[in-house]
């Protein structure tokens, strides 16, 4: 049976600056979607992370489909309104176009989508990240898809031995989509080179060289680049299909140990480690930290299972104690060098502002 994933989110307000939705904001949501989505999605399943509010829907209307999309519009706008009379903060924040057109893309909410033959047990992982950006992807993706140091199954099983297809996207440009195709292990140096810019270059989706299937969906959003200026952070989500052809589960997550540093926290305009937290966590210290989430699902004709949290288990523990070190580490420097954003990339205008005022007090000494 041919299935889509699709899943949806924005950030339309939260309690108390940019911590969490209300419940009512989250029950309004489900409703919407629950009564709308009937006769047309086989499934759904609505959480959040941080302030953003992510809608799953297995359906079979193909991707890019316009009634999956107005559906999701439309339940962010019923959820706005609710925002709205609870007072909440940022009320309709990510929704940066007056009417639908057609597609979310482009209007602010995140969309990552895919669509397969559904394997006759279809294990896949559903990632939420708040507080930061697409970019934040970029390391555990490669490693997991391209280096057998994480994950053995690229040695160890035949299915994987040809390796995978990067699409890589250049975020900063604006208009159409600017995307190079890449493979692993082959181009692995050129796949590193533009990794390693994550404000830049942006992983897209990740492809099976052996059968051609679709791995892994990335939402690629630049918040900044629809609005013209800064209205939040490009908060990502993700959707990786695990096992047989795939990476097995715990290769997928191995590389969140590493509590890397991405771009994004308070203001959007910091480096911070990334902490993995559980399903429907909120924010906290220094806007922050940079969370990730992860909801493991089975599937059967796109019906779906209860979500298994994959990141509340004991081993986290302890990572989310080194993520903690390493953000107050951090946050000890303040806004020197590497703590906050390089110019390019930060959220407000008061630096440049301010570089404006000086060039003019400067002056060249004989
Ligand atoms: P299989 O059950 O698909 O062989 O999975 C084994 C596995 O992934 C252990 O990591
Ligand atoms: P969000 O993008 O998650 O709304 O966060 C905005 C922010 O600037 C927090 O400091
Ligand atoms: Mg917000
Ligand atoms: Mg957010």
């Known amino acids: 049976m041919r299935i889509t994933l699709s899943v949806i989110k924005a950030d339309i307000g939260s309690i108390g600056g940019h911590i969490a939705p209300s419940q009512k904001l989250l029950e309004a949501v489900r409703v919407h979607v629950r009564r709308n989505g009937e006769g047309m999605l086989a499934d759904s399943y609505i959480s959040h992370t941080g302030d953003d509010i992510a809608i799953l829907m297995t359906h079979s209307q193909r991707v890019g489909s316009e009634a999956i999309h107005k559906l999701a519009w439309d339940a962010f706008l019923v959820g706005t309104q609710v925002a709205r009379d609870q007072g909440l903060y940022g009320a309709g924040q990510d929704l940066l176009k007056e009417a639908f057109s ?35 992807y970029n390391l555990p993706l490669y490693l997991a898809f391209a280096d057998p140091m994480n994950t053995p199954g690229l040695i160890l099983a035949p299915s994987m031995a040809k390796g995978f297809k990067f699409v890589i996207m250049d975020v900063s440009h604006t208009g159409k ?18 990794l390693r810019d994550p404000e830049r270059f942006v992983i897209e989706s990740v492809w099976s060289r052996q059968t051609g299937e679709q791995a892994a969906a990335v939402s690629t959003t630049r918040l900044h680049n629809i609005a013209g200026k800064y209205t939040g952070k490009d ?5 990786i299909r695990v096992q047989k052809d795939f990476p097995a589960t715990g290769e997928i997550l191995a590389p969140y140990a590493i509590g890397h540093f991405v771009a994004g926290c308070m203001r959007g305009s910091h480096q911070m480690p990334l902490m993995p937290v559980a399903l429907n966590s909120g924010i906290s210290y220094f806007d922050g930290p940079s969370i990730v989430s992860c909801a493991a699902f089975a599937m059967r004709e796109g019906r779906l299972t209860e979500p298994r949290d994959a990141f509340d288990h004991p081993f986290w523990r302890s990572v989310q104690d080194k993520v903690a ?3 107050v580490d951090m946050r000890q420097q303040g806004f020197f060098g590497a703590a906050m954003l390089p110019m390019s990339e930060l959220e407000y205008t008061g630096i440049s502002e301010k570089m404006k005022r000086l060039e003019a007090r400067f002056e060249i000494r004989d």
Do not use: C, Q, S, W
């Open 325 to 327: 070190h390493k953000a």
């Open 235 to 239: 908060d990502p989500i993700m959707l």
């Open 102 to 136: 057609g597609n979310v893309k482009g209007m602010g909410p995140a969309v990552a989508e895919m669509e397969f033959e559904e394997r006759p047990n279809e294990p896949f992982l559903f990632f939420a990240a708040d507080k930061t950006d697409p970019g934040a």
């Open 177 to 194: 989509d600017r995307i190079i195709e890449l493979n692993a292990p082959e181009e692995l140096y050129d796949i590193a080179a533009l």
